[in-house]
């Protein structure tokens, strides 16, 4: 990675168990994609009054040639996102697909679906 790994907490206190998580798992990235030019991670608690029930919304957005992958998933869907580290594994297992994903891309391995052939027209 050319730009350090960049962790952003929103509304909450900064854990340093969660940033270990965090950079565990963004070294991991690496492994499908190495031109990976910077990784930024968002993890926000968006309800900051709640004492229990809060869903963590993590974000992630990472930059490579050619192309910027955002991750970002609306919290309010799933409630196994009460716990930081159900979210932030889930926000990177996406990230992973979309990186393996515009690796495909680059490399021209994706599937082409052969073209429709015309139907023909019928005389009046």
Do not use: W
């Not at 690796?103 to 082409?112: L, M, Q, T, Y």
């Amino acid at each position: 990675m050319q730009i350090p790994l960049q962790i952003v907490f929103h509304n909450m206190e900064p854990s340093a168990a969660v940033e270990t998580n965090i950079r565990e798992r963004a070294s991991k990235l690496e492994r499908f994609c190495e031109k990976i030019t910077s990784l930024r991670v968002t993890v926000e608690a968006p309800h900051k009054h709640h004492h229990k029930g809060n869903i963590y919304h993590v974000a992630v957005d990472i930059l490579v040639p050619d192309a910027e992958i955002v991750v970002s998933r609306n919290p309010h869907e799933n409630h196994a996102h009460e716990d930081v580290y159900v979210a932030v594994r889930d926000a990177f297992n996406s990230a992973r697909r979309r990186l393996e994903d515009y690796e495909a891309r680059r490399r021209g391995k994706v599937k082409n679906h052969p073209t429709a052939r015309p139907v023909p027209q019928q005389a009046p």
